[in-house]
């Protein structure tokens, strides 16, 4: 939200200055509307976590028509052209780079920009010393957690850390209830994660939406080493919000945040230790490309069922108006 504000700042400072190259003829009022405008938003540092930045401080800086305003274009969707695009570095339709996944494995290739790409966390401890024993649903509790970290990034616009950390860590949780439970989530199969997951995020989501996420999760799984970055990533802004002053400003609970960096911690040391256990991810692959596919026909049945209602109406309407000639 910050980011959008300063992008109206930009943009309100731009059509200040093409105004005046114009040399067109405008009047005092508009002038030092503008003027004031500039002035009241001067000052606020919105790349700061503290309090000069909060969206709050902005909010009561501004007059109630430009509040009319930026709700008119937040409403309208016009605000998407104030926030730079964002691609997602697990995407291959982007131009293809190589980096190295650790000392002993080979290059990758991955799909985002070199520096969009998250650093994976080596993690040298065996995973029997972390846990007595592994049930096998945690390829399930991993594959929630990937499809929780691409959601959660969509909605961040690919902005999860900072004064987005706190934010994400809620939007990570909804979506995937295993970071903060504590009982055993014993998950019977990849679609059972997946669908609850849905269902935590929003009971309503359409398939449509819901394919488009399904599409992410199997990109993040085209090799093991996306999905290590995920959970990297995922585990890094846990330890950004313990390590920060990012408590006091939020509702969000320590415990629940630690809870949940060593649930991460766990499942990360499994997934790089099993980096090398192709089966594995292609099976969860292939789980994920027919949960896709099923969300897909239902889309195509609820788009058909819809022009079929829209036919029969067209119809109905001219036959009714053939009857009254």
Known sequence: MQRIFQRYRDQIESDELSVGNDGGDNSDDDDQEEASILERLNGIDLNSNGDNASTNVIWDRLT?????????????????KLITAWHPWWDPSAESKIIEINDNETSREHAGSLEDVPSIVKI??????????VHPSVLFQILQICLAYVYMM????????????????????????????????????????????????DESMNSKTKTALLD??????????????ALSDTYSILKEILSSDILKQTRVKKSAVKYAEKRVYFLLSIAQQLIKDEDSWQFMAADISLLRRRFESESEILESSRNGQVIMKDSGDQAEKALKM
């Open 124 to 133: 040298d401890v065996p995973v029997i010393k972390l846990a007595k024993r």
């Open 154 to 201: 969509r909605h961040l616009n690919g902005d999860p850390h900072r004064e987005n950390a706190a934010v994400a860590f809620e939007v990570l949780s909804l979506a995937s209830p295993i970071l903060t439970s504590k009982t055993a989530d014993v998950y019977n199969s990849a679609h059972e994660a997946l669908i609850l997951s849905f269902i935590a995020i």
């Open 216 to 229: 992410d999760l199997s990109k993040l799984y085209s090799t093991p080493a996306y999905v290590a970055a």
């Open 64 to 80: 109630e028509d430009e509040r009319k305003e930026f709700i008119r274009l937040l409403e309208s969707h016009q605000i998407d």
